[in-house]
């Protein structure tokens, strides 16, 4: 998009805000806006306010119109940023990594909530950015925490993350139906898998669809709960006495999910419903 003059921080703002509200409705645009600028100038909200008759540089307009004709294509604002935030501290994100969710952020308190223990050892299942696993390392009492994923490069960006947020992580770059770890080893095994459906996507934002990578997202239709099986069944080995099982959830197979869980003798099966009242997350014991 272009903007016109005069281009100063709050009409530039308005401007902003107008364009990305057809397409993403005025919450949503003001929201972006906010982290546009935070990106570009290191700027809260109440420093556009207290700098909105700031006069915007050449370059400065040039970098706006850039940002906001990606968005309006489609492109995730986070991944135009290179950022996203996550449980209170700001991860690197590019499109070879899911971009972190709210409902994740809620796993992440349960998980912490329900675990007050020292030294736990911790493996997260597909790591992706590394969000759920750097959460735990920095909330948790001393843990060791695994992060594993089948992509180099989802790895390289959880590294970083990792190494930048210093938090002490084993990461390991493997196929979850290949990988075995040795039994007894972990106490918490937590995974947000790909869970969505196939025929899902006719309902899904293009932003989502063109631009998020696919295998953090879909599974076949003909076998919606292939990850869950497959991690449920390592840690029926891998899990030690007592430990637990967290997953992130298709509200749409809560009762095959549980059934599996059943049929691999998980006992003290819970689902537990997100801020939005839907059924998101599972919780078992071995």
Known sequence: M???????????????????????????AQAMTELIFEDLKGWRP????????????????????????????????????????????????????????????????????????????????????????IA??????????TALDVSPAALEVA???????????NFICADIFKWTPLGDSFDIIVSNPPYIAESEKKD??????????DIALFVPDSDPLLFYRRIAGMGAEALAPGGKLYFEINPLFVSGLTALLKELKYTDIRIVKDISGRDRFAVAKK
């Open 136 to 145: 735990l390392a920095r909330n948790l009492k001393f843990p060791e925490v």
């Open 159 to 169: 590294r970083k993350n990792g190494r930048d947020k210093h938090a002490a992580i």
């Open 204 to 213: 899904m934002e293009r932003n989502v669809l063109e631009y998020e990578p």
């Open 2 to 28: 272009k903007f016109t003059p005069p281009y100063s921080v709050g009409n530039v703002r308005t401007q902003l805000i107008n364009a990305l509200a057809d397409e993403y409705g005025r919450r949503e």
């Open 46 to 133: 109440v420093d556009l306010v207290l700098n909105s008759e700031w006069m915007l540089s050449d370059y400065m307009i040039e970098k706006l119109e850039s940002y906001s004709t990606r968005i309006l294509n489609g492109e995730p604002v986070q991944y135009v940023t290179g950022k996203a935030r996550f449980h209170g501290f700001e991860l690197d994100v590019t499109p070879d990594v899911l971009i972190p969710r709210p409902e994740t952020d809620e796993l992440v308190d349960l998980i912490i909530s329900e675990n007050q223990e020292s030294d736990l050892r911790v493996l997260d299942v597909g790591t992706g950015s590394g969000a759920i696993a």
